[in-house]
C-alpha cells in the first residue's frame, strides 16, 4: 500500500455516496439489426471483424440524405461511427466512392480513418481508394494546386519567426514584440475571416500590428510562398468567385462528413457551407463539452445552433464511453453539467469501476510534485505499473515547473510534449534570468543582449556599439561601455548606472531575493508599461510565470547552483525532440490538458485542481479586467470564459482509462487556495471563507514553509475531524473556526480582489492596500511592520459597506 494519504473525496466534501455512471446496456448490433433487415449483411459484416455498435452508432451510421449532427461524447466510438457510416454508403446504399467527402483536422486522424475504410467488409481496396479522406488543408491545398495555385508551402513555424523577426528589425521593432505572438494573432484573424482591411487601428500597437502584417503578407507574395492559413483563404476567395468551380464540388460531393467539429472556426465552416448547400448533407461529429480551442477560433456555438443553420437537422447522441471505468465518467457527467450552453447528454459506461478516483491535498505544487512521484515510483518498483502508464495533466506550461524539475532530480524517464521554449526560456522569464548570469560573469555577452531591451535599447545596435568599444579596450563590466552611447538622455544614462549596480549586488544575494529584487526595481514595472505583449497574453500569465520562477529559487542557497540547474534542465528539455518521436519509449508523459485532447492513458495525474489553477485566474476576474485581445467579445468574459474551464475540466478527467488522481495544492503563489470550485460542486464543499491571516498571503521563507503551514493548520482543525467510514479513508474537513461575532452575523462578509502592496519578509503578514496614484508612481515600498521590500500584488479585501 502506498503511503500517500489519497482520499475518495475532495477535503471538506459533505457529500455521503460517489459519482458512478450508469452501465450501459450490452446490447449491440447483434441483437438491434436483426437478420431480415435489408442491411443486416453489412452490419454482420462489421461484427465479422470485431466491431459490435450500440443503437445510437447504429442510427447515426444509417442516416441517408440531409444533415446530421452526432454529438459524440468522450470515448463514445466517434471514429467507428464516421468509417462505419462511410461503408455503409457504398455497401448497403450503392453510394458512389468518390462523392465522400470526409475531412478532419490532423493528418494521423485522416491516415487512420483511410486506413480503416479500407479493412471494411465488402468493400474493395478499389473502392475505398475513391474516397476523399483528408484534413482540411490538405482538401484544399489539392483544389488550389488543380487551379494553378503554385507557392511553396510555409509550413515550417521557426522559418514563419524568422521573417517576421526580419521584419520587425527592419520596423526598429525587435525588441517590441515576440514572433510566434504576432503570428498566433494574424491567424486568429484570419480564421475569423477579418482581412487587412478590416484591421483596428486605434491605438499606436494597432497600426503597427497592421503595418507587420502587411509586410509579411507582401514578403509572402513576393516570394511565391503561402502559409497554411493562406491555403483557405484562397480558397474561400477562389470559390466565391469561381461559380463553375464551386459548382463541380457540389455536385461532385454528395455526402460530406466532418470530425472534431467542435475545433471548427469560422472560415473552415463556411468553406463546407459553401460546399453542401444544394443537398445539406452534412453529418458533424463532435462533442460541445470538449470545445477548448476557443482561442484558436473554435465556436461552440456551431454545434449549439446546428440544427438552427441547418433546418430539420437529426441529431443524434452517442453516450456510452467504452474507454474509462464508471467511476471516471461519473465524475466527468457531474463536472460537466453544472454549464449552462451545453447540449444535454449524461455519458455511461462499459466498464464496471474496481478503483474510484483519488483526491490529493499537498501543500503547494513543490510537495504535489514530491508526492505524485513518489506514488509513481512505488508502482513501477512493485510491478503494478509501467513509466509509460501515467500522464501527468496541467491547466498551463507555468503549472508544469514543479513536476518538471522534481521528475529531473528523481531520474525518472519523461517526455515532456511542450511546443516551444522551456518555462525558463520564455520570453517573460528570460531576461530575469539574464541578469542573474551577468552576476555570475559581467561579460557574458549573450545574457547582455536580453537585457538590452529592458533597458529601452536596440538589441542590434548597443550590442554592436558594445563589441566595437570593447575590442581595443576590454572592460570587466562591458555594459559600461552603454554609458557613452550616442544620442542617449540623462534618464537613461542613469537607468545604466543603477543596472550596473544592480548586477554586481544580485551574486551575494540568494537566488529568490535576488529575482524578488530585480522585480522589485524594474522589472514588473517594465511589464506592465509594455503594451505590445498584452495583444494575446493576460497578465495574469505573466505574474503567475515570475512567481513560479521565484518558487523555484527558492530551493537554492546561491545564484551560481540554481543557474547551474536551469542550465541542466534546458538541455534535457533539447532532448525531448528525439524522446516524443519513439512512441515505445517507457517514459511518464508531462503536457498541457489542451495537448492531451483526444488521447487517452491509463493512468492520469490532474494537478493544480485548486482556484486560481484551474480554473485559472485570468477566467475568474474575466468580467473586470480588460481584455487586450482584440478578438475577444463581451461573451468571452465572465461565465462563458468560466464554462470554458469546466470543459477543460472535463477533458482532462475524461482522459483517463482506469486511474484517475486529482491533486489540489493548498497554497499557490504565496496564498492560501481552495480546492477547484469544479469539485465543490460536485462534492458539496462549501467555500471556505479565509481568516485574515491567510489571506495576508501567508508564505513559506523556505521550500517547505507553505507546506509546512497547511499542516499546522490541519493539527489545529483535527479537533473539528470529521471521520467517515474506513473505506473512506482517514479524511479531514479543515475549516478556520468562526467567531462569535462572525457565527452571529445573517451573512457574510463579501470581499473582493483589489491591487495591494504585499510583505516579502518571511513570516510577515503585512500589507497595504494601493491606492490608483502609488500603483502609477512608485515602484519600491517598505513593509510598515517589518521594513522588508514590499511587492505588488492582489488581496482580498472586504467590500466597503455601502456596496454590500
Not at 486568429?188 to 503595418?211: C, H, S
Not at 457531474?334 to 459506461?349: C, G, H, P, T, V
Not at 537607468?495 to 522589485?520: G, M, N, Y
Amino acid at each position: 500500500m502506498t503511503s500517500i494519504p489519497f482520499y475518495k473525496r475532495p477535503m471538506g466534501s459533505e457529500r455521503k455516496d460517489l459519482p458512478f455512471a450508469k452501465l450501459a446496456s450490452s446490447q449491440s448490433s447483434r441483437e438491434l439489426v436483426c437478420s431480415q433487415a435489408a442491411d443486416a449483411a453489412f452490419f454482420r459484416g462489421l461484427e465479422a471483424e470485431g466491431l459490435y455498435l450500440n443503437q445510437a452508432q447504429i442510427k447515426a451510421v444509417r442516416h441517408l440524405e440531409g444533415p446530421l449532427l452526432t454529438l459524440a461524447g468522450a470515448g463514445s466510438g466517434k471514429t467507428s461511427v464516421l468509417v462505419s457510416r462511410t461503408g455503409y454508403l457504398m455497401a448497403a446504399h450503392r453510394a458512389d466512392p468518390s462523392s465522400i467527402l470526409l475531412v478532419t483536422f490532423s493528418s494521423k486522424a485522416a491516415a487512420e480513418m483511410k486506413e480503416r475504410i479500407m479493412s471494411l467488409p465488402g468493400l474493395s481496396a478499389k473502392e475505398a481508394a475513391k474516397v476523399t479522406a483528408r484534413t482540411f488543408h490538405s482538401f484544399f491545398l489539392y483544389l488550389l494546386r488543380t487551379r494553378g495555385f503554385r507557392q511553396d508551402i510555409l509550413g515550417n513555424a521557426r522559418h514563419q519567426q524568422i521573417i517576421i523577426k526580419r521584419i520587425l528589425r527592419e520596423m526598429g521593432l525587435q525588441d517590441g514584440y515576440e514572433a510566434e505572438t504576432l503570428l498566433s494573432l494574424w491567424s486568429a484573424y484570419r480564421m475569423n475571416m477579418i482581412g487587412l482591411d478590416e484591421l483596428p487601428g486605434n491605438t499606436p500597437a494597432e497600426v503597427e500590428q497592421k503595418q507587420i502584417f502587411a509586410r509579411y503578407e507582401a514578403w509572402k507574395e513576393e516570394n511565391g510562398q503561402m502559409d497554411f492559413d493562406d491555403i483557405l483563404v484562397l480558397s474561400y476567395r477562389l470559390l466565391t468567385s469561381d461559380s463553375r468551380l464551386l459548382t463541380a464540388l457540389q455536385r461532385r460531393y454528395r455526402y460530406v462528413m466532418v470530425d472534431e467539429f467542435q475545433d471548427t472556426g469560422l472560415l473552415p465552416y463556411e468553406l463546407l457551407k459553401m460546399i453542401v448547400k444544394p443537398h445539406a448533407n452534412l453529418m458533424v461529429v463532435g462533442d460541445d463539452d470538449q470545445t477548448i480551442y476557443s482561442f484558436n477560433g473554435a465556436r461552440n456555438e456551431f454545434i449549439l445552433e446546428f440544427d438552427q443553420t441547418f433546418p430539420g437537422a437529426k441529431v443524434v447522441t452517442l453516450d456510452i464511453n467504452y474507454r474509462s471505468v464508471s467511476s471516471i465518467v461519473g465524475l466527468g457527467n457531474e463536472i460537466i453539467r453544472e454549464n449552462k450552453r451545453r447540449r444535454s447528454k449524461k455519458l455511461q459506461s462499459t466498464r464496471k469501476s474496481e478503483r474510484v478516483p483519488l483526491y490529493l491535498r499537498p501543500g503547494d505544487p513543490d510537495e504535489e510534485a514530491e508526492m505524485l512521484l513518489k506514488h509513481m515510483l512505488e508502482e513501477v518498483s512493485q510491478g503494478r505499473k509501467s513509466y509509460s502508464d501515467y500522464a501527468i495533466l496541467y491547466r498551463t506550461s507555468n503549472n508544469s515547473r514543479a513536476i518538471f524539475e522534481q521528475l529531473v532530480m528523481k531520474e525518472m524517464p519523461f517526455i515532456h510534449y511542450e511546443q516551444g521554449d522551456l518555462f525558463y526560456e520564455q520570453w517573460m522569464v528570460k531576461p530575469v534570468m539574464d541578469y542573474l548570469r551577468l552576476s555570475l560573469n559581467r561579460r557574458d555577452f549573450k545574457a547582455m543582449e536580453g537585457i538590452l531591451n529592458t533597458l529601452y535599447m536596440n538589441r542590434d545596435k548597443g550590442m554592436a556599439f558594445i563589441h566595437e568599444k570593447d575590442a581595443p579596450r576590454p572592460k570587466k563590466g562591458p555594459l559600461s561601455h552603454l554609458l557613452s552611447y550616442p544620442g542617449l538622455k540623462d534618464f537613461q544614462i542613469e537607468q545604466i548606472r543603477e543596472r550596473s549596480k544592480l548586477i554586481k549586488s544580485l551574486k551575494a544575494l540568494e537566488p529568490a531575493e535576488a529575482v524578488r529584487e530585480i522585480r522589485l526595481r524594474f522589472y514588473d514595472k517594465y511589464l506592465e508599461a509594455d503594451g505590445a505583449h498584452d495583444i494575446t497574453m493576460h497578465k495574469e500569465f505573466i505574474q503567475e510565470g515570475l512567481d513560479e520562477l521565484e518558487a523555484s529559487a527558492k530551493r537554492f542557497k546561491d545564484v551560481a547552483s540554481f543557474i547551474q540547474f536551469v542550465d541542466r534542465l534546458i538541455e534535457i528539455h533539447k532532448e525531448m525532440a528525439a524522446r516524443k518521436k519513439d512512441e515505445t519509449v517507457d517514459a511518464v508523459k508531462l503536457m498541457t490538458i489542451h495537448k492531451a485532447k483526444g488521447l487517452e492513458f491509463p493512468s492520469v495525474c490532474l494537478i493544480g485542481a485548486s482556484e486560481g489553477i484551474l480554473p485559472h485566474t485570468s477566467s475568474l476576474e474575466a468580467e473586470h479586467m480588460d481584455d487586450t485581445h482584440p478578438l475577444a467579445s463581451k461573451q468571452d468574459k465572465g461565465g462563458a470564459a468560466l464554462e470554458e474551464e469546466r470543459r477543460l475540466a472535463y477533458v482532462a478527467v475524461t482522459r483517463a482509462r482506469d486511474e484517475l488522481i486529482i491533486s489540489s495544492p493548498a497554497y499557490y503563489r504565496g496564498r492560501k487556495v481552495e480546492v477547484s470550485r469544479f469539485l465543490q460542486s460536485v462534492f458539496q464543499i462549501e467555500s471556505v471563507k479565509t481568516t485574515s491571516k491567510e489571506r495576508s498571503g501567508e508564505s513559506a521563507s523556505s521550500n517547505r514553509g507553505s507546506s509546512a503551514a497547511f499542516h499546522r493548520s490541519k493539527g489545529r482543525a483535527s479537533g473539528q475531524a470529521s471521520t467517515r467510514s474506513s473505506k473512506d479513508s482517514l479524511r479531514v474537513s479543515v475549516r478556520p473556526a468562526a467567531s462569535s461575532s462572525q457565527r452571529d452575523e445573517a451573512s457574510p462578509i463579501r470581499t473582493e480582489p483589489v491591487k495591494a502592496w504585499l510583505c516579502t519578509g518571511p513570516g510577515c503578514r503585512g500589507w497595504q492596500r494601493m491606492d490608483a496614484g502609488a500603483a502609477r508612481t512608485k515602484t519600491r515600498k517598505a513593509c510598515p511592520l517589518c521594513g522588508s521590500p514590499m511587492k505588488t500584488g492582489m488581496k482580498d479585501a472586504p467590500v466597503p459597506a455601502g456596496r454590500r
